[in-house]
């Protein structure tokens, strides 16, 4: 089942900019990920924000959470074409080590 | 961190055939899940597979259709039977251990197209 709400849907920008892509949940959590799907592949884990953490840091990555508003977003900075893939958001389920995915964000950066 | 392969790739298959796709872990893991995903959407998980036992489906996905089957903590596998144009998809194994709660390591998906 999906709870998680990303937006925008799809974002297109240049090479050099700063990326940002929201994700809303509905439900209480543990934790949330954020994971990149270059085209056709598998997906790749980045980041995992624990409930009680606010932000969080990874090289060019930049999460935060919000458990008020049960949101989340992930900043990218200095984006490089590398970058281009789809980003999904996920939560935990509660149990059985499940996850609740969100619809993701293509995103686009333009050379 | 886990890596994970899968077999085959992508195939071509015929109305009324089944499929086999096989999913290799190169550790042990706790927790194997298997996914469906149309092109450009989300994931859909279609079951947990538990390693000795029946696998556990989520709603709208059955055995029968689906079987499964997890003989040790690295390998799986997901049959599609009796397949269908609607079961052409992207079909995704993964695996988590307790070691690194919820994180999930995917493999490269199996591209199915039923003609």
């Known amino acids: 089942s999906q709870q998680g709400e990303e937006d925008p849907q799809a974002l297109s920008i240049q090479e050099g900019e700063n990326a940002t892509m929201n994700c809303s949940y509905k439900?209480?959590?543990?934790?949330l990920q954020w994971y990149r799907q270059n085209s056709g592949r598998g997906l790749v884990h980045l980041i995992l924000?624990?409930?009680n953490e606010r932000e969080k840091h990874s090289g060019r990555l930049r999460v935060t959470l919000d458990t008020s508003k049960k949101s989340s977003s992930l900043l990218i900075t200095a984006s490089r074409a590398a970058d281009t893939a789809s980003y999904f958001c996920a939560t935990d389920a509660g149990s059985n080590y499940q996850l609740i995915w969100g619809a993701g964000t293509k995103l686009i950066i333009k050379p | 961190s886990a890596v994970i392969s899968q077999k085959p790739s992508r195939d071509i298959c015929q109305r009324g055939t089944s499929l086999t796709i096989q999913c290799q872990v190169d550790s042990q893991v706790t927790m194997m899940f298997w996914y469906r995903q149309q092109p450009g959407q989300s994931l859909t998980l279609i079951a947990t597979?538990?390693?000795?036992?029946?696998?556990?489906?989520e709603s709208g996905f059955v055995i029968d259709k689906f079987p499964i089957s997890r003989p040790n903590l690295t390998f799986s596998t997901l049959t599609v039977s009796n397949m269908s144009p609607e079961d052409s998809s992207i079909y995704l194994c993964?695996?988590?251990?307790?070691?690194?709660?919820?994180?999930?390591?995917f493999g490269p998906g199996t591209r199915l197209t039923v003609t």
């Open positions: 924000i624990r409930s």
């Open positions: 597979a538990n390693q000795g036992s029946e696998a556990t489906y």
């Open positions: 439900t209480s959590i543990n934790n």
């Open positions: 993964s695996a988590c251990d307790r070691a690194h709660s919820y994180e999930q390591y």
